[in-house]
């Protein structure tokens, strides 16, 4: 199965700041077969992208994904209170669908 | 407005069975896969199961094979999961969530908002 390994585990900055995460798999992703939701405590996950950087409908647009291959960020390019979460991606390139471990966004 | 709603989580000594049950509305059932996630308390997601739009193919997770068994009825938009010889590590919120096709190879979106099942003596 693909390992997905999700960096920094906790990331600490300020509203208004820009948030890079990164995804790395453990080997290819297919035609770039990768999504990423946003957890708040309490809730279900939302679906922010899919296909690695398509947002998913009613998702604001700072919120962005890229990359390919192995390695894939999701970028919020100026943190709103509401985007303080816990953020995963999820690969469905191969069997069975793999989750990374998560990446907490804090408030600073 | 899609809507799915599970029930059915408890606590159940280790051995134990349960049920769980997910009642979708709001998109044509019969069209899309579902599929079973869940979260132990603080940790990631993991998904459990899939099964198509007509039953007919299901898949799991390594860890559960043989115990756990997921259907469908289509025409009550219901999906389940049959717990068995439930484990201490099967503690977890279940999601259910819907595919976004017929048969299970994408994301899931959207998902329930979770029933918890907690295995302990």
């Known amino acids: 199965e693909i390992v997905l390994t999700q960096s920094p585990g906790t990331l600490s900055l300020s509203p208004g700041e820009r948030a890079t995460l990164s995804c790395r798999a453990s080997?290819?992703?297919?035609?770039?077969?990768l999504v990423w939701y946003q957890q708040k405590p309490g809730q279900a996950p939302r679906l922010l992208i899919h296909g690695s950087s398509n947002r998913a409908r009613g998702i604001p647009d700072r919120f962005s994904g890229s990359g390919s291959g192995t390695d894939f960020t999701l970028t919020i390019s100026r943190l709103e209170p509401e985007d303080f979460a816990v953020y995963y991606c999820q690969q469905y390139g191969s069997s069975p669908r793999t989750f990374g471990q998560g990446t907490k966004v804090e408030i600073k | 407005e899609v809507q799915l709603v599970e029930s059915g989580g408890g606590v159940v000594q280790p051995g134990g069975s349960l049920r769980l049950s997910c009642a979708a509305s709001g998109f044509v059932f019969d069209d899309y896969a579902m599929s079973w996630v869940r979260q132990a308390p603080g940790k990631g997601l993991e998904w459990v199961s899939s099964?198509?739009?007509?039953?007919?193919?299901?898949d799991y997770v390594d860890s559960v094979k043989g115990r756990f068994t997921i259907s469908r009825d289509n025409a009550k938009n219901s999906l389940y999961l049959q717990m068995n010889s439930l484990r201490a590590e099967d503690t977890a919120f279940y999601y259910c969530?819907?595919?976004?096709?017929?048969?299970?190879?994408?994301?899931?979106?959207?998902w329930g908002q979770g029933t918890l099942v907690t295995v302990s003596s």
């Open positions: 099964i198509n739009w007509n039953g007919h193919n299901t």
């Open positions: 969530a819907k595919d976004t096709g017929s048969y299970f190879s994408d994301w899931f979106d959207p």
């Open positions: 080997r290819s992703v297919s035609s770039n077969f």
